[in-house]
């Protein structure tokens, strides 16, 4: 049986590092790392990979929330693509745990350029200790555009791996790595949120004499047969 997601917070997670707490015989928590999202109805998580690749799979964590507290879910794989800056993690199945997943986002399957409207939805370093040192996750909303496309070897930052790009006016916070860009011209008659990108980070460029930031966003259209090879079902 499939879990019935119907909130925001129920699909979009904050991904975190634990060390195991011997005495305790369960995780503890040591760094707020970026945020993931589910994707289709296989219990997938897609994050960037620089949000995650210093870690075994064995310390990555993502909060969830179940009968309004927080609750830990872990992986038992991840896949990383070999060009773009992005990994899926395969949720662990336990006792306390559905065997499914289901999510509203799914891959847009569409070519997108300059001008689409988009939402982003993830966790900021800010917002999680705005009201106390603890960390306590706070789930945030942005908007912003697409400028323009940008491939290989347009690379405008070469801390980020890849070849195919948007480039943004929205400039995230730290921690929004990893968060979808959902498109908000297209709508779909299934209640379906497209996810036309991922957001990876930002650079200043310069135009005439005026720098300016910009963000970076990996595409849908640049990782398509890669999500296609691990979970047929993303686009059907």
């Known amino acids: ?23 305790k015989k369960e995780p503890r928590f040591k760094k707020f ?10 219990g997938f998580l897609m994050t ?31 896949i990383d693509h070999s060009i773009e800056d992005i990994s899926m993690l395969k949720i662990q199945v336990t006792s ?6 289901s999510s509203f986002v799914v891959p847009a399957n569409s070519w997108e350029g300059p001008s689409l409207h988009f939402e982003l939805w993830g966790y900021s370093n800010i ?41 943004t006016n929205l400039v995230g916070y730290k921690g929004y790595s990893g968060s979808p860009i959902i498109s908000r011209t297209r709508k779909r008659s299934d209640a379906k949120w497209e996810m036309i990108g991922i957001y990876l980070g930002d650079y200043t460029t310069t135009i005439g004499d005026e720098k300016l930031a910009r963000g970076i966003i990996c595409r849908e259209d640049g990782i398509r047969d890669w999500l296609k090879d691990i979970d047929p079902d993303l686009y059907f």
């Open 96 to 101: 306390k745990l559905p065997k499914m997943w």
């Open 127 to 167: 917002t999680a200790y705005q009201y106390t040192n603890c960390f306590q996750p706070q789930l945030c909303y942005e908007e912003g555009y697409i400028v323009k496309r940008l491939t290989d070897p347009e690379n405008p930052n070469p801390l980020l791996k890849g070849k195919n790009f948007f480039e």
């Open 33 to 42: 790392l970026g945020t993931g999202f589910l994707i289709g109805d296989n």
């Open 1 to 23: 049986m499939k879990t019935c997601i119907r909130h925001t917070r129920d699909v979009f997670f904050p991904i975190i590092q634990c060390e195991r707490d011997e005495r």
């Open 48 to 78: 960037a990979t620089h949000v995650i690749k210093s870690f075994e799979i064995k310390e990555l964590y993502a909060l969830s929330v179940m009968n309004q507290k927080w609750f830990l879910l872990s992986f038992c794989n991840k």
